[in-house]
């Protein structure tokens, strides 16, 4: 006899799912985090090269001036490139290592982990996400160029964000919310595209980055 139907014939109530302790990601969206993760770092550890290269005068080993305006150099260089007094690129290097992680574990364990992980990792890249929009907001309305490399990283972490909120809102990560989390995780794809697009349309329309080509 089931657990299920142990309950039942026991008169027993069965225990909603969203009391279960554990819950677990698809595979698919744990190999995103990993892939995401490694394209984060990799991309964080070149900006700290251009970056040690913009205090140098070194050459960078792979240039981002693309133009006056979509250049890596004023935004590095800038407060809010160093935020913590030190390269944002520092902390890209530490924490798209949590992406990694969690996928990682996430593979290694498949009948799921705590919630209580699933909702620091969630918060983790609720921080992650409104952090690169105050960056890309000061980089088109105070500093006035874009940095490629910086781009790289805001393309990353946007659709992170939103795939990993549609998951646990619909596995009862954070409650009871599985039709609104389906419907996030549906849209997901068309929410990060749209999220690109306001970023984009904004340096346009301000800094005429097009015509800067």
Excluded: K
């Excluded at 900006?47 to 050459?59: H, N, S, V």
């Excluded at 549906?186 to 980055?209: E, F, M, S």
């Amino acid at each position: 006899m089931t657990d299920v139907a142990a309950r039942a014939a026991s008169g027993v109530p069965e225990v909603e799912a969203s009391t279960h302790p554990t819950a677990c990601p698809s595979t698919a969206l744990a190999v995103f985090w990993i892939v995401a993760g490694l394209a984060g770092w990799v991309v964080s550890f070149l900006l700290y090269l251009e970056y040690i290269g913009q205090l140098a005068g070194t050459a960078p080993l792979i240039s981002c001036q693309v133009s006056p305006i979509v250049t890596c150099g004023p935004n590095l260089l800038s407060p809010g490139g160093n935020l913590l007094g030190f390269s944002n690129s520092i902390i890209g290097i530490v924490l798209f290592l949590g992406p990694i992680y969690a996928g990682v574990s996430a593979l290694a364990a498949p009948g799921g982990l705590r919630r209580w992980y699933w909702r620091v990792y969630s918060l983790f890249l609720l921080g992650a996400v409104a952090f690169v929009h105050v960056l890309a907001w000061r980089s088109v309305f105070e500093y006035g160029s874009l940095c490629p490399w910086c781009m790289v990283v805001w393309v990353v972490t946007i659709p992170l964000f939103w795939f990993t909120l549609g998951w646990t809102l619909r596995d009862g990560v954070w409650g009871r919310m599985p039709q609104l989390g389906a419907a996030l995780l549906t849209w997901a794809p068309l929410i990060t595209v749209l999220d690109y697009a306001l970023i984009a349309i904004a340096a346009q329309v301000r800094l005429d980055v097009l015509g800067s080509l």
